[in-house]
């Protein structure tokens, strides 16, 4: 689980970062990244019912984006808030496939 210094949480911090974050765009991720001005960057996950009508499908997909998340916090330098939006294919998707997206545009941040 991520710690929680490290969880985008409030309504505010979320619009913030929608109105004025750069857009990464994957086949089946969607990154919106703000720089902030805390210590600690802060992680968001958007997983809505386009992806999966179960909620234990969608669940299962938060659990994955906030574990490989947790495994590559390392590899973000600068403090940044980054929501995450899950598109539908994701649950289809190998779970290798997910951490190597991750890991790839966490690089790039």
């Known amino acids: 689980m991520l710690p929680k210094a490290n969880r985008l949480v409030k309504k505010k911090d979320f619009q913030t970062v929608f109105k004025r974050g750069k857009n990464i765009k994957n086949h089946f991720l969607y990154f919106k990244v ?30 994955r984006l906030r ?24 649950v289809k998707k190998k779970f290798s496939d997910i951490q190597d997206t991750i890991t790839k545009i966490f690089r790039d941040i």
């Open 34 to 63: 703000l720089k902030n001005n805390l210590k600690k960057s802060r992680f968001g996950f958007v997983v809505s019912k386009k992806v999966s009508s179960k909620a234990n499908q969608r669940n299962k997909v938060k659990r």
């Open 67 to 90: 574990s490989v998340v947790l495994s590559n916090l390392k590899e973000v330098k600068e403090p940044v808030d980054v929501i995450i939006i899950a598109s539908p294919g994701i």
